[in-house]
């Protein structure tokens, strides 16, 4: 490793794409295990939303004694937001966490592999794509994986690691170590549509939007009955808002498309929503109000 990958303290530097409702939270997490790090977006708005959003979420930190002052400015005071993907040089590894698009991300590995070092690590938090797919783009696809966070990232423990078949033992072995290092526990699957958690998570909030779209009850008594009687911490509909309805049809779309089965079809309440704009909680519309 070189000079130049190390911030003040020695540690690797960590470039994040995409400042959205995942990338602000990686790079929060990132910042607060002390790694210097770089957030690119395409805009400035887009940068602007993610630091806000990030520096409240450190606010609720200190007010619940989660962190002290010092280290929430210390937190802030290592993210650089940028705009070109020439600040990722030096950067040792590179997490894409844009729009869950394909072809946008083939786009961005492009961009990421011409900008980084031979032998920077890069990963995709992507929530259902083709790791070895996506690894194809690259000229050197052994460094590529799957790392594989949740919502909301300061406060989900858990990482998937994701090895495409391209994908070299030690970048698997770095991107289990930085897991461990920035506090998550990681645990091992191989590619497939949707990995381990999404594979069983949204085929279960798309029927409850059946549930809903059938009439069969409310979405307030649909998140009620799942909380109370499944002991989930939040209703599936209210999840659904968390994650962006957006996200969540792409998702379903991805595992119809490649396990070609009928099972996997997104409703068609979900589609008119996104259709319509109702986001979810990005929106401040979903099945649920947020304004
Ligand atoms: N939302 C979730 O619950 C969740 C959970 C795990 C993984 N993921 C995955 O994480 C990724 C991001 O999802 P999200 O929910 O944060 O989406 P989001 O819509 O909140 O944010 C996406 C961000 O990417 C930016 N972007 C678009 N094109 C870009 C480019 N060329 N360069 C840099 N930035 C660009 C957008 O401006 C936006 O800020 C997706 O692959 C998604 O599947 C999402």
């Given at each position: 490793m070189n000079d130049q990958k190390n911030s003040n303290d020695g540690k690797p530097r960590v470039a994040i794409i995409g400042a959205g409702t995942m990338g602000n939270g990686i790079a929060q997490v990132c910042a607060l295990a002390g790694r210097q790090v770089?957030?690119?977006?395409?805009?400035?708005?887009?940068?602007?939303?993610?630091?806000?959003?990030?520096?409240?979420?450190?606010?609720?930190?200190?007010?619940?004694?989660?962190?002290?002052?010092?280290?929430?400015?210390?937190?802030?005071?290592?993210?650089?937001?940028?705009?070109?993907y020439g600040a990722l040089a030096g950067s040792e590894l590179v997490i894409e966490a844009a729009s869950e698009n394909l072809e946008l991300k083939r786009q961005i590995l492009t961009l990421i592999e011409e900008a980084t070092e031979s032998d920077a690590l890069i990963a995709s938090n992507t929530s259902s794509l083709s790791i070895s797919e996506l690894a194809s783009v690259l000229g050197k696809p052994e460094r590529f994986i799957g790392l594989h966070f949740f919502n909301p990232v300061p406060v989900m423990t858990l990482v998937e690691v994701i090895r495409g078949l391209q994908t070299a033992e030690a970048t698997y072995a770095k991107a289990l170590a930085f897991a461990g290092q920035i506090g998550k526990t990681a645990i091992s699957v191989r590619n497939s549509p949707g990995f381990?958690?999404?594979?069983?998570l949204c085929?279960?909030?798309?029927?409850?939007?059946?549930?809903?779209?059938?009439?069969?009850?409310?979405?307030?008594?649909?998140?009620?009955?799942?909380?109370?009687?499944?002991?989930?911490?939040?209703?599936?509909?209210?999840?659904?808002?968390?994650?962006?309805?957006d996200t969540l049809l792409a998702i379903?779309?991805?595992?119809?498309?490649?396990?070609?089965?009928?099972?996997?079809?997104?409703?068609?309440?979900?589609?008119?929503?996104?259709?319509?704009?109702?986001?979810?909680?990005?929106?401040?519309r979903g099945f649920h109000s947020y304004t």
């Open positions: 770089i957030l690119v977006d395409i805009s400035d708005n887009a940068l602007e939303r993610g630091i806000a959003t990030l520096s409240g979420n450190l606010e609720r930190q200190v007010k619940k004694g989660l962190i002290d002052e010092a280290d929430r400015q210390a937190a802030l005071g290592r993210i650089q937001p940028q705009t070109h381990v958690v999404n594979r069983i085929p279960m909030i798309n029927e409850a939007i059946f549930v809903l779209q059938e009439g069969l009850a409310s979405a307030e008594d649909i998140d009620t009955g799942m909380r109370l009687g499944c002991n989930h911490p939040i209703g599936p509909l209210a999840l659904a808002d968390l994650i962006g309805l379903l779309e991805t595992f119809h498309r490649d396990f070609g089965d009928p099972k996997y079809r997104p409703s068609t309440l979900l589609k008119e929503m996104v259709a319509a704009g109702y986001l979810g909680r990005k929106s401040g």
